[in-house]
């Protein structure tokens, strides 16, 4: 293995790393590993490779780990993964993370303002703003300190947004992207940020050779956001032939282009399909099974963080309309709802989880019988669970207000036993892949999500059979570590033209 001072020749950056540890009152520290696209993908670099990730302590367990350590994580925590965790002072990483990104760019992608919830831009977030510039600038430093020459730097998300730019700054000579796992606001919406903060972020990225996206729709309102942002200084190109391009005009400095990526993290079917015929999910199957009740008892099934951009309110109703405009389904479905809980330092999560919880037991009140609960919802994240109910699913709710992708829609026509029905929002990324064998949804109609349930409760088990098997076909073509390739191979054979014009 290359030892840190000689430079990785591949790096990731991202607020949350792949690893967290638990601080327990004895002292002892324990290692959790994490999962997703990232974890998946950057595997596929190989092991004994020199690749590095950077990411942010995020907990009294993970800074007395980096205090234990120098910051450079024990491998056999990582799963052989080389991890460098910054420990940015608590209050300066709290206004980044949870006062700027989770609660002004998080809301902003999402469009989730809506009277009375809106943006204030008073004197405390200047200094939450303050706080996400110095959070940005420790990634930067230290990503310019442990980067070889002409290393390739993957930057990750809405929390680092200013990082590709401050890294250019310090090292020219280094390849950068940027990966939005959000969506895109559209101009409109994004003109609700202060101008300065705009310009910020969309310089920002611009300081990257590549900023890659999810879908073209997010690609599309990202180079709009450029263009209403900068006004002169930036022209968007989409060609019809070949590669989108942002030529930019940073202040005092040449016209840079940067090249915009489309790229559309699959599921991991490999994985998943091994992982989901365990024991222990097994196991959870049998739970399941006796929890829903019933021989011929249909399932609805939701898998979640308790956020609000998953809809999940809306989703609950729309279970409620249904059994209510249909008492043909009373005792004959159960909806699984998993929601786990999600950035609960932030009092506005805090509540949506509470209503989510409020409106489950009040349907189960209304409805339930002596043997039926309409609703299963659980709030303890248990993967193997979540692959379990994947696998038992009759229908597959997936209702998000606005999301970057949502792999959950991508996962379970993949590990489904005996074929499941997506009902599907228009507004996730999936929908570009999966729209054609899904029930499509506008998600703020609750009436008409409720018909598409009813609908998709209905459908034949032959068509649903049939439909899963394409939406797993669209759902896997672009595997985690296939995206992490493509991603590092176009940073590395795009010609150097960052600090050109076209
Ligand atoms: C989204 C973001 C990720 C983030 C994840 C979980 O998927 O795109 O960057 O890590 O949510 O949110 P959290 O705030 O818990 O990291």
């Not at 997703?36 to 367990?61: E, K, M, N, T």
């Not at 989510?356 to 009040?362: K, S, T, W």
């Amino acid at each position: 293995m290359v030892s840190e001072r000689s430079g990785a020749q591949v790096l990731v950056a991202s607020n949350r790393g792949p690893v967290s540890y638990a601080l327990a009152a004895d002292g002892a520290l324990s290692a959790k590993r994490g999962g997703g696209g990232l974890v998946s993908g950057l595997s596929a670099i190989g092991p004994g490779s020199d690749a590095l990730w950077v990411c942010a302590a995020l907990g009294d367990g993970d800074r007395e780990a980096v205090r234990r350590s120098g910051g450079a994580l024990d491998p056999e925590d990582t799963g052989g993964q080389r991890v460098r965790m910054l420990d940015i002072p608590a209050e300066v990483h709290a206004d980044a993370y949870n006062g700027v990104a989770n609660s002004v760019l998080w809301f902003v992608h999402h469009m989730l303002y809506q009277t009375p919830l809106e943006p204030v831009f008073d004197d405390r977030f200047r200094a939450q703003w303050a706080s996400y510039e110095t959070y940005n600038a420790a990634f930067a430093e230290a990503l310019a300190d442990a980067a070889a020459p002409s290393a390739a730097v993957l930057v990750q998300d809405y929390h680092l947004a200013l990082v590709p730019g401050m890294l250019r700054d310090r090292r020219p000579d280094l390849r950068i992207a940027h990966f939005s796992h959000t969506p895109w606001a559209p101009p409109e919406y994004f003109a609700m940020l202060p101008d300065d903060v705009q310009r910020k972020l969309t310089v920002g990225i611009l300081g990257a050779d590549r900023a890659n996206f999810l879908t073209e729709r997010w690609a599309r309102a990202f180079t709009g956001c450029c263009r209403q942002a900068l006004g002169a200084d930036c022209d968007a190109y989409w060609p019809s032939d070949g590669a989108p391009y942002v030529v930019s005009t940073p202040p005092e400095s040449t016209p840079r282009r940067t090249r915009i990526g489309v790229h559309g993290l699959g599921a991991d079917a490999d994985f998943l399909r091994e992982r989901a015929h365990r024991p222990d999910v097994e196991e959870r199957m049998a739970t399941l099974r006796q929890q829903i009740g019933g021989t011929d008892r249909k399932t609805i099934v939701r898998v979640d963080r308790t956020e609000l951009s998953k809809n999940i309110v809306r989703g609950l109703l729309a279970y409620r309309r249904l059994l209510a405009d249909h008492p043909e389904w009373h005792e004959r479905v159960v909806h699984v709802a998993f929601a786990y809980p999600s950035r609960q330092d932030l009092a506005v999560y805090r509540e949506y989880t509470a209503e989510v919880g409020r409106l489950a037991e009040e349907i189960n009140a209304e409805y339930g019988t002596a043997d039926w609960q309409p609703v299963e919802l659980h709030v303890k994240d248990d993967f193997a669970r979540s692959l379990a109910a994947y696998r038992l699913a009759d229908v597959a709710l997936v209702n998000p207000i606005r999301d970057g992708m949502n792999l959950v829609a991508k996962e379970i026509p993949v590990v489904s036993d005996h074929g499941c029905a997506l009902v599907l929002s228009r507004e996730a990324g999936a929908y570009a892949e999966l729209g054609k064998d899904a029930l499509v949804i506008n998600p703020y109609d609750i009436n008409a999500t409720a018909e598409a349930l009813h609908t998709a409760l209905s459908m034949e088990y032959g068509e649903r059979a049939e439909r899963t098997k394409r939406l797993a076909a669209a759902a896997t073509a672009l595997p985690p570590a296939q995206w992490f390739l493509d991603q590092l191979d176009a940073l590395k054979t795009d010609p150097a033209t960052s600090s050109s014009a076209p």
